[in-house]
């Protein structure tokens, strides 16, 4: 639960003016997918609907090789301390909890909310030079994925998301 002090600080960071409470991890939920392209350099111009979360920097971590995870240095820790808290034991491990912080560079945001995406973590999951890709949002994090492994694997998905709405019977319009 966010606190009304964190609350403001977090409005304030995004830029967004809320009467309602927003998550722990700063922002309002990231849905929602957008095509863009990562330039040659690595360059990569944060699509509208997401921009506005980041303020001057990100953490980028590869999603093993399928994508890349994207996520204001709030989210990260957050995610870090629910890893630490579901298994404790792989944090006490130091070179396992140090590989998580190497893996997982600081980028920054310009502001035009343009980040570079570092040319390992590209490689590691095929996105090369001027490549089509689709960003997703994924609550905490943006995921960034290659167009075509996007298509092939996560479009499939839709159907069944699809279904799950086609038997939702609606919300109660009972008074709360």
Not at 67 to 86: E, G, W
Not at 98 to 106: D, E, F, T, V
Request: aromatic residues 6%; negative net charge; contains cysteine.
């Amino acid at each position: 639960m966010v606190s009304e002090g964190d609350a403001g600080v977090a409005e304030a960071a995004t830029g967004t003016a809320t009467s309602t409470r927003l998550p722990a991890f700063g922002h309002h939920p990231f849905s929602g997918t957008a095509r863009t392209r990562v330039e040659a350099s690595g360059r990569l111009a944060l699509p509208a609907t997401f921009k506005t979360a980041f303020v001057d920097a990100a953490i980028v971590r590869s999603g093993g090789t399928q994508c890349l995870y994207l996520m204001t240095p709030r989210a990260f820790d957050l995610v870090v301390n629910a890893i630490a808290a579901s298994d404790p034991d792989v944090m006490l491990d130091s070179r396992k909890r140090q590989q998580l912080y190497i893996g997982s560079p600081r980028i920054s945001v310009d502001k035009q909310s343009r980040v570079v995406l570092p040319p390992e973590l590209r490689a590691k999951v095929g996105i090369d030079g001027d490549s089509e890709v689709v960003v997703a949002g994924a609550i905490e994090r943006l995921e960034i994925w290659p167009a075509a492994r996007y298509d092939a694997q996560q479009a499939p998905l839709v159907d069944d998301v699809d279904r799950m709405f086609d038997t939702f019977g609606g919300l109660s319009t009972d008074p709360a």
